[in-house]
């Protein structure tokens, strides 16, 4: 399919139907509301491929959904088509719905609908074109603005999706993929007009199953998004997609009472791999560089190899939180890392092999016998987030075995397990207990923090 299909129709704009109820009408205050939102973020995450953010009025959620927007903005020079999927509110969809319009207006102007793409998918027969449906819909329109915001000209294919299976959007994600060039955004809050404690509890569990990729379990009780979710969770999956939650918040905490409160949670999605295999090659050799440098020169220097960065890809020169592993015989030799994402990838592999192999306190430093049989990994870390819990029992539960490392913090201890520790160590409680161990946390004391994260392995 084209990118940027050639426009046909004659011109018909989608007016816009919640400006001056949902988000202001006038041009400049929607401008100010937007850039206070986007300067009132400190959420800093890599450019995601697909994204999760809420559709209600933006004094109660455009704070959530602006956490996960400012990062989009750093792929503003590359995405050219936004592929946005939303529930429909008002009129009954059988299906998928489509509108018949070639622009999509708010306040900010007029963007493109690339009607080629629309035209080519009507060949499926639960999609349909119905301007009824769109024309006073808000679940799309919210985030036309917070689009027009980040990126640079863009096209807009906008779906509302109604009574549809799993499979049936997750084959029209499958055919708007794309690369680079598109981002994906699915259109949902979460519980509705629940008390504050209880739609605390109820969004919690929704975000785990978010996590977790669990669609099946999530329905319109959970997130009134819930089919175009499910479709975009299933194919996430399927393409062993990463997820992280980047906020999880509700209208009890932002603008309203705590008697009804309704949900939002903001979500991104990345492609599998962080490094193709040039890269890989190129990280590899640079940590072979770095021992064997420590190995030639002595102990003595200190000084890890200095990579060469000029002319490396724009991924090795992304920060990057990473831990070097090293091994003998199938047993730790040396690990040593960081959490924060402080240097560029290729500076960060060589400082961290070196230390791994020369400076963990738990062994000597390696010997040129033991470099010849050492096993070597690379953890590449997505950034920690908060981990709210109410008691340990509550973090046991919540802890994601075989995905997630964490972190534990208590007074001044603090320590942190990658998720391979989960190849030894497979009892959750168990896994809480050695990190409180490791962290110097009494086995009767509970954590008063917690953060996790996710890793991809490289060896």
């Known amino acids: 399919m ?4 050639t426009n046909r129709r004659k011109l018909s704009i989608r007016p816009p139907a919640v400006a001056g109820s949902f988000y202001p009408q006038n041009t400049s205050q929607l401008n100010e509301l937007l850039e206070g939102f986007l300067t009132n973020t400190n959420v800093d995450i890599e450019p995601p491929k697909a994204i999760i953010a809420p559709h209600a009025g933006y004094i109660y959620s455009g704070q959530v959904a602006a956490n996960i927007y400012k990062n989009i903005a750093k792929s503003k020079d590359q995405i050219t088509r936004v592929v946005l999927l939303g529930p429909a509110h008002r009129v009954y969809v059988e299906g998928i719905a489509l509108p018949s319009n070639t622009h999509f207006a708010t306040p900010l102007g007029n963007v493109p609908i690339d009607t080629g793409v629309v035209e080519e998918l009507k060949h499926h027969s639960y999609v349909q074109f119905s301007d009824a449906a769109h024309e006073q819909e808000h679940s799309l329109e919210v985030h036309v603005p917070f689009l027009q915001k980040v990126l640079n000209d863009f096209t807009l294919i906008p779906l509302l999706v109604g009574n549809a299976d799993p499979d049936q959007v997750a084959t029209i994600l499958n055919e708007l993929w794309g690369g680079n060039e598109t981002l994906i955004v699915i259109s949902s809050d979460l519980s509705h007009f629940l008390n504050y404690e209880t739609a605390c509890e109820t969004d919690s569990n929704t975000t785990r199953l ?74 590899f050799e640079v940590i072979n560089k770095s021992i064997q440098q420590g190995l030639d020169n002595g102990l003595n220097s200190g000084n890890a190899y200095t990579p060469e960065t000029a002319n490396q890809s724009a991924q090795l020169q992304k920060k990057y939180a990473v831990f070097i592993t090293l091994k003998l015989n199938g047993q730790l030799r040396g690990c040593i890392g960081t959490t924060e994402a402080t240097m560029p990838l290729i500076n960060a592999v060589a400082h961290y092999a070196y230390a791994a192999a020369f400076s963990d306190p738990r062994f000597k430093p390696l010997s040129v016998d033991e470099y010849k049989n050492v096993e070597i990994s690379l953890s590449i870390l997505t950034p920690a987030t908060p981990f709210p819990f109410k008691d340990e029992q509550d973090l046991v539960e919540q802890l994601r075995q075989n995905i997630d490392g964490l972190i534990i913090a208590k007074n001044n201890a603090r320590a942190t397990f990658l998720p391979a520790v989960w190849e030894s160590i497979n009892n959750k409680q168990q896994f809480l207990n050695e990190l409180k161990r490791k962290a110097g946390i009494k086995p009767s004391d509970s954590p008063d923090k917690a953060w996790r994260y996710t890793a991809e392995y490289y060896s």
């Not at 084209?2 to 299909?5: A, F, G, L, P, R």
């Open 210 to 283: 978010i996590e977790n990729f669990d669609y099946e379990s999530i329905g319109s009780s959970q997130a009134c998004g819930c089919m175009p979710m499910r479709g975009l969770l299933k194919y996430a999956h399927e393409k062993n997609m990463s997820i992280q939650t980047l906020d999880l918040r509700n209208s009890g905490d932002t603008a309203g009472t705590k008697e009804r409160v309704v949900g939002y949670g903001a979500y991104a999605l990345f492609d599998g791999q962080i490094l193709n295999d040039n890269d890989k090659a190129t990280v």
């Open 2 to 5: 084209s990118i940027n299909s």
